[in-house]
């Protein structure tokens, strides 16, 4: 789902760059209000690490599009939602510079698709769903931010001109519904394998 350089028109990336830019200062203001900043900056390192790694590898599919997966719906529903975007900024930062994953120029719009709009839906549709059930909660979730950042992104291009509307949802829309029942089963087993470890991890404030 990494946007690459050249793909989207110059200011329309430096629209979405500014506009990610100010979201994530907005968010970086809250977080840094809590009390428990060092415990939430060690755990966001690690899950800074985990998600550039965990997003780097590809994996084949019966569609045949490599597959990757997003990770941040985990970040999200461990840390919260201005977290998770802040996560995303720094892992697609990273793997911009050091990997060539994506890109310099669109990181902006890249973090405003996979990081703030997905975090967002994420936390909002878990929400609606943890008091009926948490595992029904948990997937809907990580499924409903992923298929929010297709469509966030199918969007996005349609307004760059680059295919039209009708190639993108026959192409992005089933390959990244798959990904998102994948990635919302393995984010319930994770996220269950560490409730059950007893870790206070889960207990941290989500902001």
């Known amino acids: 789902m990494h946007i690459p350089d050249g793909l989207i028109p110059f200011e329309q990336a430096m629209a979405y760059l500014i506009v990610s830019l100010i979201i994530l200062g907005i968010f970086f203001y809250f977080t840094s209000k809590k009390t428990d900043m060092e415990k939430r900056l060690v755990i966001t390192g690690v899950l800074t690490a985990i998600t550039v790694v965990a997003t780097s590898f590809t994996i084949p599919s019966p569609m045949g599009i490599p597959m990757h997966f ?34 310099i120029t669109t990181l902006g719009v890249n973090v405003l698709d996979m990081g703030i709009i997905l975090s967002a839906v994420v936390y909002f549709v878990h929400s609606l769903f943890s008091n009926i059930n948490e595992r029904l909660a948990i997937f809907l979730s990580t499924l409903c931010g992923i298929l929010a950042a297709t469509l966030a992104q199918i969007i996005i291009l349609v307004l760059a001109n680059t295919t039209s509307l009708e190639v993108l949802l026959g192409s992005l829309l089933p390959y990244y519904l798959m990904v998102g029942i994948i990635e919302a089963i393995l984010t319930v087993v994770i996220l269950e394998f560490i409730s059950r470890m007893n870790s206070n991890i889960l207990d941290i404030e989500k902001v």
């Open 70 to 103: 997003f990770i941040i719906p985990l970040v999200v529903l461990i840390l919260g939602p201005c977290n998770a975007s802040l996560v995303s900024f720094l892992a697609l930062l990273v793997q911009a510079l050091v990997i060539g994953e994506g890109g």
